[in-house]
Protein backbone atom coordinates (compact mmCIF):
# COMPACT_ATOMS: atom_id res chain seq x y z
CA UNK A 1 0.00 0.00 0.00
CA UNK A 2 1.20 3.57 -1.03
CA UNK A 3 1.43 5.46 2.00
CA UNK A 4 0.78 9.11 0.14
CA UNK A 5 -3.02 10.80 0.44
CA UNK A 6 -2.35 12.97 -2.41
CA UNK A 7 -3.07 11.73 -6.23
CA UNK A 8 -3.73 12.84 -10.10
CA UNK A 9 -5.91 10.42 -10.27
CA UNK A 10 -8.05 7.59 -8.52
CA UNK A 11 -10.70 5.19 -9.42
CA UNK A 12 -13.02 4.25 -7.34
CA UNK A 13 -13.96 0.49 -7.75
CA UNK A 14 -11.47 -2.40 -8.52
CA UNK A 15 -14.20 -3.91 -10.71
CA UNK A 16 -12.98 -5.30 -14.46
CA UNK A 17 -14.04 -2.03 -15.94
CA UNK A 18 -12.21 0.15 -13.24
CA UNK A 19 -9.07 -2.03 -13.25
CA UNK A 20 -9.03 -1.99 -17.32
CA UNK A 21 -9.79 1.85 -17.28
CA UNK A 22 -6.72 2.54 -15.10
CA UNK A 23 -4.84 0.24 -17.02
CA UNK A 24 -5.35 2.01 -20.52
CA UNK A 25 -4.54 5.40 -18.59
CA UNK A 26 -1.05 4.36 -17.29
CA UNK A 27 -0.39 2.94 -20.90
CA UNK A 28 -1.33 6.44 -22.16
CA UNK A 29 0.29 8.04 -18.83
CA UNK A 30 2.67 5.96 -17.28
CA UNK A 31 3.85 8.57 -14.77
CA UNK A 32 0.71 9.27 -13.68
CA UNK A 33 0.14 9.18 -9.98
CA UNK A 34 -3.40 7.36 -10.01
CA UNK A 35 -4.62 4.86 -7.10
CA UNK A 36 -7.63 2.50 -6.99
CA UNK A 37 -10.05 2.39 -3.91
CA UNK A 38 -12.18 -0.41 -3.08
CA UNK A 39 -14.10 -1.32 -0.09
CA UNK A 40 -13.76 -4.85 -0.40
CA UNK A 41 -10.03 -6.72 0.53
CA UNK A 42 -9.51 -7.87 -3.08
CA UNK A 43 -10.26 -7.22 -6.30
CA UNK A 44 -13.09 -8.54 -8.84
CA UNK A 45 -15.12 -8.99 -5.43
CA UNK A 46 -18.59 -8.21 -6.98
CA UNK A 47 -19.91 -8.74 -10.47
CA UNK A 48 -16.62 -9.17 -12.05
CA UNK A 49 -16.24 -12.15 -10.01
CA UNK A 50 -19.90 -13.79 -10.21
CA UNK A 51 -20.64 -13.92 -13.51
CA UNK A 52 -20.67 -16.33 -16.17
CA UNK A 53 -17.21 -16.07 -17.51
CA UNK A 54 -18.35 -15.53 -21.26
CA UNK A 55 -16.28 -13.74 -24.08
CA UNK A 56 -19.26 -12.45 -25.86
CA UNK A 57 -18.95 -11.75 -29.61
CA UNK A 58 -21.19 -9.23 -30.10
CA UNK A 59 -24.11 -10.53 -31.76
CA UNK A 60 -27.33 -8.93 -29.83
CA UNK A 61 -26.68 -5.96 -29.78
CA UNK A 62 -27.78 -3.22 -32.47
CA UNK A 63 -24.93 -2.14 -35.09
CA UNK A 64 -23.79 0.83 -34.41
CA UNK A 65 -24.25 0.68 -30.74
CA UNK A 66 -22.05 1.72 -28.23
CA UNK A 67 -22.35 -2.05 -27.00
CA UNK A 68 -21.82 -3.38 -30.40
CA UNK A 69 -18.59 -1.34 -30.99
CA UNK A 70 -17.16 -1.39 -27.77
CA UNK A 71 -17.71 -5.21 -27.30
CA UNK A 72 -16.18 -6.33 -30.82
CA UNK A 73 -13.55 -4.29 -30.53
CA UNK A 74 -13.16 -5.21 -26.17
CA UNK A 75 -13.09 -8.51 -27.37
CA UNK A 76 -10.25 -8.05 -29.85
CA UNK A 77 -8.30 -5.88 -27.50
CA UNK A 78 -9.23 -8.88 -24.54
CA UNK A 79 -8.06 -11.94 -26.61
CA UNK A 80 -5.26 -10.21 -27.69
CA UNK A 81 -4.76 -9.58 -23.86
CA UNK A 82 -4.99 -13.11 -22.68
CA UNK A 83 -2.25 -14.29 -25.14
CA UNK A 84 0.07 -11.42 -24.17
CA UNK A 85 0.03 -12.32 -20.57
CA UNK A 86 -0.59 -15.89 -20.03
CA UNK A 87 -4.29 -15.86 -19.27
CA UNK A 88 -6.15 -19.19 -20.16
CA UNK A 89 -8.96 -18.59 -22.98
CA UNK A 90 -11.10 -21.01 -24.97
CA UNK A 91 -12.86 -19.69 -27.91
CA UNK A 92 -14.90 -22.79 -27.96
CA UNK A 93 -17.67 -21.30 -29.87
CA UNK A 94 -21.83 -21.02 -29.03
CA UNK A 95 -25.21 -22.13 -30.65
CA UNK A 96 -28.01 -20.22 -30.41
CA UNK A 97 -30.94 -22.44 -30.81
CA UNK A 98 -34.79 -21.87 -31.40
CA UNK A 99 -37.07 -24.89 -30.37
CA UNK A 100 -40.21 -23.72 -31.87
CA UNK A 101 -41.85 -21.97 -34.56
CA UNK A 102 -42.43 -19.07 -32.99
CA UNK A 103 -38.79 -18.21 -32.51
CA UNK A 104 -37.62 -18.39 -35.85
CA UNK A 105 -38.08 -14.92 -36.99
CA UNK A 106 -36.29 -13.94 -33.91
CA UNK A 107 -33.18 -16.40 -35.31
CA UNK A 108 -33.32 -14.78 -38.28
CA UNK A 109 -33.16 -11.30 -36.45
CA UNK A 110 -30.10 -12.14 -34.43
CA UNK A 111 -28.15 -13.62 -37.19
CA UNK A 112 -28.37 -10.40 -39.60
CA UNK A 113 -27.25 -8.90 -36.32
CA UNK A 114 -24.00 -10.36 -36.55
CA UNK A 115 -23.64 -10.19 -40.01
CA UNK A 116 -23.78 -6.24 -39.79
CA UNK A 117 -21.67 -6.13 -36.65
CA UNK A 118 -18.91 -8.26 -38.77
CA UNK A 119 -18.80 -11.20 -36.71
CA UNK A 120 -16.52 -13.90 -38.89
CA UNK A 121 -18.08 -17.39 -39.64
CA UNK A 122 -21.62 -17.17 -38.10
CA UNK A 123 -23.87 -19.25 -40.39
CA UNK A 124 -27.60 -20.43 -39.88
CA UNK A 125 -27.43 -24.32 -38.87
CA UNK A 126 -30.27 -27.19 -39.19
CA UNK A 127 -31.57 -29.07 -36.00
CA UNK A 128 -29.18 -31.32 -37.21
CA UNK A 129 -26.41 -29.61 -37.34
CA UNK A 130 -27.15 -28.47 -33.64
CA UNK A 131 -27.01 -31.85 -32.46
CA UNK A 132 -23.31 -32.23 -34.16
CA UNK A 133 -22.47 -29.65 -31.91
CA UNK A 134 -24.55 -30.22 -28.93
CA UNK A 135 -26.11 -33.59 -29.31
CA UNK A 136 -28.57 -33.06 -25.98
CA UNK A 137 -30.27 -30.28 -27.26
CA UNK A 138 -33.49 -30.73 -29.39
CA UNK A 139 -33.90 -27.80 -31.80
CA UNK A 140 -35.69 -26.65 -34.69
CA UNK A 141 -32.29 -25.04 -36.22
CA UNK A 142 -29.69 -22.26 -34.64
CA UNK A 143 -26.85 -20.10 -35.43
CA UNK A 144 -23.09 -20.96 -34.73
CA UNK A 145 -21.34 -18.11 -33.12
CA UNK A 146 -17.66 -19.63 -33.58
CA UNK A 147 -16.13 -16.16 -32.02
CA UNK A 148 -17.88 -16.69 -28.50
CA UNK A 149 -15.37 -18.33 -25.76
CA UNK A 150 -14.79 -18.56 -22.07
CA UNK A 151 -12.55 -16.83 -19.91
CA UNK A 152 -12.02 -16.24 -15.79
CA UNK A 153 -12.69 -12.89 -16.03
CA UNK A 154 -11.27 -12.89 -11.70
CA UNK A 155 -7.58 -13.91 -13.23
CA UNK A 156 -8.46 -11.29 -16.01
CA UNK A 157 -8.82 -8.76 -13.61
CA UNK A 158 -5.65 -10.16 -11.16
CA UNK A 159 -3.69 -9.71 -13.83
CA UNK A 160 -5.17 -6.22 -15.04
CA UNK A 161 -3.87 -5.31 -11.19
CA UNK A 162 -0.82 -6.66 -11.91
CA UNK A 163 -0.09 -4.71 -14.80
CA UNK A 164 -1.42 -1.67 -13.16
CA UNK A 165 1.30 -2.12 -10.09
CA UNK A 166 3.71 -2.77 -12.69
CA UNK A 167 3.11 0.80 -14.68
CA UNK A 168 3.14 2.60 -10.97
CA UNK A 169 -0.71 2.94 -9.94
CA UNK A 170 -1.45 1.42 -6.42
CA UNK A 171 -4.71 -0.53 -5.44
CA UNK A 172 -6.01 0.56 -1.80
CA UNK A 173 -8.23 -2.19 -0.73
CA UNK A 174 -10.70 -1.73 2.43
CA UNK A 175 -11.28 2.08 1.60
CA UNK A 176 -14.80 2.96 1.68
CA UNK A 177 -15.74 6.74 -0.13
CA UNK A 178 -18.03 8.60 2.04
CA UNK A 179 -18.01 11.76 0.09
CA UNK A 180 -16.32 13.84 -2.22
CA UNK A 181 -15.81 17.66 -1.83
CA UNK A 182 -14.41 20.09 -4.32
CA UNK A 183 -12.00 21.82 -2.72
CA UNK A 184 -9.85 24.61 -5.87
CA UNK A 185 -8.55 22.20 -8.32
CA UNK A 186 -8.66 19.39 -6.21
CA UNK A 187 -11.05 16.70 -5.01
CA UNK A 188 -11.40 15.83 -1.23
CA UNK A 189 -12.40 12.40 -0.97
CA UNK A 190 -13.66 11.34 2.42
CA UNK A 191 -12.86 7.75 2.95
CA UNK A 192 -13.43 5.48 6.03
CA UNK A 193 -9.51 5.66 5.99
CA UNK A 194 -8.78 9.24 5.97
CA UNK A 195 -9.27 11.87 3.12
CA UNK A 196 -7.31 11.52 -0.09
CA UNK A 197 -6.75 14.40 -2.67
CA UNK A 198 -7.18 13.93 -6.28
CA UNK A 199 -6.71 16.23 -9.14
CA UNK A 200 -9.46 14.11 -10.98
CA UNK A 201 -12.06 11.25 -10.35
CA UNK A 202 -13.16 8.12 -11.93
CA UNK A 203 -16.50 6.43 -10.80
CA UNK A 204 -16.84 3.04 -11.57
CA UNK A 205 -18.36 1.44 -8.62
CA UNK A 206 -21.14 -0.56 -10.25
CA UNK A 207 -23.63 -1.70 -8.12
CA UNK A 208 -23.34 1.62 -6.16
CA UNK A 209 -22.65 3.85 -9.56
CA UNK A 210 -25.43 6.42 -9.13
CA UNK A 211 -24.51 6.98 -5.38
CA UNK A 212 -21.32 7.64 -5.91
CA UNK A 213 -22.20 10.33 -9.10
CA UNK A 214 -24.40 11.96 -6.29
CA UNK A 215 -21.64 12.52 -4.54
CA UNK A 216 -19.64 14.10 -7.18
CA UNK A 217 -22.77 16.52 -8.14
CA UNK A 218 -24.39 14.57 -10.85
CA UNK A 219 -27.72 13.99 -10.28
CA UNK A 220 -28.72 11.75 -13.01
CA UNK A 221 -32.29 11.02 -13.91
CA UNK A 222 -31.53 6.99 -13.91
CA UNK A 223 -31.33 4.43 -11.13
CA UNK A 224 -29.04 1.46 -10.17
CA UNK A 225 -31.63 -2.07 -10.04
CA UNK A 226 -29.72 -4.51 -8.34
CA UNK A 227 -31.04 -7.95 -9.93
CA UNK A 228 -29.54 -11.18 -9.06
CA UNK A 229 -28.97 -13.81 -11.39
CA UNK A 230 -28.85 -17.29 -10.29
CA UNK A 231 -27.10 -20.57 -11.17
CA UNK A 232 -27.30 -24.38 -10.72
CA UNK A 233 -24.34 -26.65 -11.70
CA UNK A 234 -24.40 -29.83 -13.70
CA UNK A 235 -23.31 -32.99 -12.05
CA UNK A 236 -20.74 -34.52 -12.51
CA UNK A 237 -21.80 -37.37 -14.15
CA UNK A 238 -24.19 -35.00 -16.99
CA UNK A 239 -21.18 -32.63 -17.65
CA UNK A 240 -21.38 -34.64 -20.99
CA UNK A 241 -24.74 -33.39 -22.16
CA UNK A 242 -22.75 -29.81 -22.59
CA UNK A 243 -19.88 -29.48 -24.95
CA UNK A 244 -19.48 -25.88 -24.65
CA UNK A 245 -22.34 -22.75 -24.79
CA UNK A 246 -25.62 -23.15 -25.46
CA UNK A 247 -28.21 -20.04 -25.59
CA UNK A 248 -32.08 -19.90 -26.04
CA UNK A 249 -33.44 -17.49 -28.22
CA UNK A 250 -33.93 -14.42 -25.95
CA UNK A 251 -37.27 -13.67 -25.93
CA UNK A 252 -38.29 -9.92 -27.43
CA UNK A 253 -40.65 -8.86 -24.73
CA UNK A 254 -38.16 -9.45 -21.60
CA UNK A 255 -34.76 -7.49 -21.49
CA UNK A 256 -32.21 -10.37 -20.43
CA UNK A 257 -31.07 -13.21 -22.48
CA UNK A 258 -32.77 -16.57 -20.72
CA UNK A 259 -31.23 -19.47 -18.63
CA UNK A 260 -28.39 -21.06 -21.02
CA UNK A 261 -25.49 -23.42 -20.27
CA UNK A 262 -21.61 -22.68 -20.11
CA UNK A 263 -18.97 -24.54 -19.87
CA UNK A 264 -16.53 -22.80 -17.46
CA UNK A 265 -13.00 -22.16 -17.72
CA UNK A 266 -12.12 -23.31 -13.97
CA UNK A 267 -13.70 -26.39 -14.64
CA UNK A 268 -17.97 -27.80 -14.24
CA UNK A 269 -20.92 -26.61 -16.57
CA UNK A 270 -23.27 -24.30 -14.90
CA UNK A 271 -27.06 -23.79 -15.66
CA UNK A 272 -29.15 -20.24 -16.02
CA UNK A 273 -28.91 -17.17 -14.89
CA UNK A 274 -32.71 -16.72 -14.09
CA UNK A 275 -33.24 -12.85 -13.29
CA UNK A 276 -34.85 -11.69 -10.26
CA UNK A 277 -34.89 -8.40 -7.95
CA UNK A 278 -32.11 -8.09 -5.35
CA UNK A 279 -33.77 -6.89 -2.39
CA UNK A 280 -30.14 -5.28 -1.29
CA UNK A 281 -27.51 -3.86 -3.63
CA UNK A 282 -25.29 -6.60 -2.97
CA UNK A 283 -27.83 -9.34 -2.22
CA UNK A 284 -26.06 -12.86 -3.22
CA UNK A 285 -28.27 -14.88 -1.43
CA UNK A 286 -32.39 -14.92 -1.90
CA UNK A 287 -32.90 -14.43 1.98
CA UNK A 288 -30.33 -11.16 1.42
CA UNK A 289 -32.26 -8.31 2.39
CA UNK A 290 -31.60 -4.43 3.06
CA UNK A 291 -35.12 -2.28 3.75
CA UNK A 292 -32.89 0.89 2.90
CA UNK A 293 -32.21 -0.03 -0.60
CA UNK A 294 -35.58 -1.82 -1.44
CA UNK A 295 -37.83 1.05 -0.04
CA UNK A 296 -35.28 2.96 -2.68
CA UNK A 297 -35.86 0.24 -5.60
CA UNK A 298 -39.77 0.08 -4.49
CA UNK A 299 -40.43 3.70 -4.99
CA UNK A 300 -38.57 4.71 -8.03
CA UNK A 301 -41.02 5.76 -10.98
CA UNK A 302 -39.05 3.74 -13.43
CA UNK A 303 -38.88 0.61 -11.40
CA UNK A 304 -43.08 0.55 -11.02
CA UNK A 305 -43.26 0.75 -14.70
CA UNK A 306 -40.91 -2.04 -15.09
CA UNK A 307 -42.92 -3.65 -13.16
CA UNK A 308 -45.98 -3.06 -13.99
CA UNK A 309 -44.84 -3.99 -17.75
CA UNK A 310 -43.12 -7.06 -17.31
CA UNK A 311 -44.74 -8.56 -13.68
CA UNK A 312 -45.83 -11.39 -15.29
CA UNK A 313 -42.55 -12.90 -16.03
CA UNK A 314 -41.05 -11.66 -12.94
CA UNK A 315 -43.46 -13.47 -10.74
CA UNK A 316 -42.19 -16.30 -12.46
CA UNK A 317 -37.97 -15.54 -12.54
CA UNK A 318 -39.51 -15.14 -8.43
CA UNK A 319 -40.73 -18.16 -8.77
CA UNK A 320 -37.95 -20.20 -10.10
CA UNK A 321 -35.96 -18.61 -7.73
CA UNK A 322 -37.30 -20.40 -4.74
CA UNK A 323 -38.99 -23.59 -6.72
CA UNK A 324 -35.88 -25.61 -8.29
CA UNK A 325 -38.56 -27.67 -10.19
CA UNK A 326 -39.46 -24.66 -11.84
CA UNK A 327 -35.84 -23.88 -12.96
CA UNK A 328 -35.28 -27.22 -14.00
CA UNK A 329 -38.59 -27.02 -16.34
CA UNK A 330 -36.57 -23.67 -18.34
CA UNK A 331 -33.71 -25.28 -18.47
CA UNK A 332 -35.53 -28.50 -20.61
CA UNK A 333 -36.55 -26.28 -22.86
CA UNK A 334 -32.91 -26.96 -24.30
CA UNK A 335 -31.90 -29.93 -23.22
CA UNK A 336 -35.01 -32.20 -21.97
CA UNK A 337 -33.23 -35.06 -20.49
CA UNK A 338 -31.81 -32.91 -17.64
CA UNK A 339 -33.43 -33.78 -14.36
CA UNK A 340 -34.19 -32.60 -10.89
CA UNK A 341 -31.21 -34.76 -9.43
CA UNK A 342 -28.81 -33.49 -12.15
CA UNK A 343 -28.76 -29.72 -11.39
CA UNK A 344 -27.29 -28.38 -7.85
CA UNK A 345 -27.82 -24.87 -6.54
CA UNK A 346 -24.19 -23.00 -7.55
CA UNK A 347 -23.48 -19.03 -7.64
CA UNK A 348 -25.46 -15.96 -8.10
CA UNK A 349 -24.14 -12.83 -9.22
CA UNK A 350 -26.31 -9.56 -9.37
CA UNK A 351 -26.49 -7.71 -12.38
CA UNK A 352 -26.12 -3.60 -11.95
CA UNK A 353 -28.32 -2.29 -14.11
CA UNK A 354 -29.79 1.57 -15.05
CA UNK A 355 -33.17 2.26 -15.76
CA UNK A 356 -35.00 5.52 -16.70
CA UNK A 357 -37.45 7.37 -15.21
CA UNK A 358 -40.21 6.07 -17.76
CA UNK A 359 -39.10 2.00 -17.22
CA UNK A 360 -36.85 1.89 -19.67
CA UNK A 361 -33.38 -0.37 -19.32
CA UNK A 362 -30.81 1.84 -20.25
CA UNK A 363 -29.49 -0.38 -23.10
CA UNK A 364 -26.20 1.21 -23.74
CA UNK A 365 -23.18 1.80 -21.68
CA UNK A 366 -23.89 5.05 -20.09
CA UNK A 367 -20.69 7.32 -19.59
CA UNK A 368 -21.28 10.91 -17.98
CA UNK A 369 -18.85 13.79 -16.65
CA UNK A 370 -18.41 16.97 -15.17
CA UNK A 371 -15.21 19.24 -14.45
CA UNK A 372 -12.94 16.86 -12.58
CA UNK A 373 -15.42 13.53 -12.75
CA UNK A 374 -16.10 10.61 -15.26
CA UNK A 375 -18.95 8.63 -14.05
CA UNK A 376 -19.52 5.05 -15.46
CA UNK A 377 -22.98 4.97 -14.54
CA UNK A 378 -24.04 2.09 -16.72
CA UNK A 379 -22.10 -0.95 -17.80
CA UNK A 380 -23.90 -4.22 -17.84
CA UNK A 381 -23.17 -7.35 -19.47
CA UNK A 382 -21.17 -7.42 -22.19
CA UNK A 383 -18.55 -5.11 -19.84
CA UNK A 384 -16.25 -7.64 -18.65
CA UNK A 385 -15.62 -8.55 -22.57
CA UNK A 386 -16.02 -4.51 -23.53
CA UNK A 387 -13.64 -4.15 -20.33
CA UNK A 388 -10.76 -2.66 -22.44
CA UNK A 389 -12.72 -0.82 -25.06
CA UNK A 390 -14.52 1.20 -22.10
CA UNK A 391 -11.27 1.52 -20.56
CA UNK A 392 -10.02 3.48 -23.94
CA UNK A 393 -12.96 5.58 -23.27
CA UNK A 394 -12.56 6.42 -20.07
CA UNK A 395 -9.44 7.28 -20.50
CA UNK A 396 -9.95 9.32 -23.17
CA UNK A 397 -11.74 11.59 -21.29
CA UNK A 398 -10.24 11.30 -18.40
CA UNK A 399 -6.67 12.50 -19.08
CA UNK A 400 -8.56 15.48 -20.60
CA UNK A 401 -9.07 16.51 -16.70
CA UNK A 402 -5.52 16.55 -15.78
CA UNK A 403 -4.41 19.35 -14.27
CA UNK A 404 -7.47 20.85 -16.05
Not at 313 to 322: A, I, T, V
Amino acid sequence: MNSSSSYDMVVIGAGIVGLASALQILRQKPGLKLAILDKESKVAQHQTGHNSGVIHSGIYYEPGGSKAINCIRGYRLLVDFCVENGVPYDLCGKVIVATKESERPQIEKIFQRGQKNGLKGIRRISGEEVREKEPYVQALEGIWVPEAGIVDYSVVANKYAERITQLGGVLLFGYELLGVKEDGNTLQLETNQGVLTTGSLINCAGLYADKIAAMTGLHTDVQIIPFRGEYYTLSKEKEHYVNNLIYPVPDPNFPFLGVHYTRMMRGGIEAGPNAVLAFKREGYSRWDFNWKELTETLAYPGFRTLAGKHWKKGMGELYRSYSKRAFVQALQHLIPEIGMDDLHRGNAGVRAQAINPKGGLVDDFLILENARVVNVCNAPSPAATSSLAIGEMVASKALTKVDA
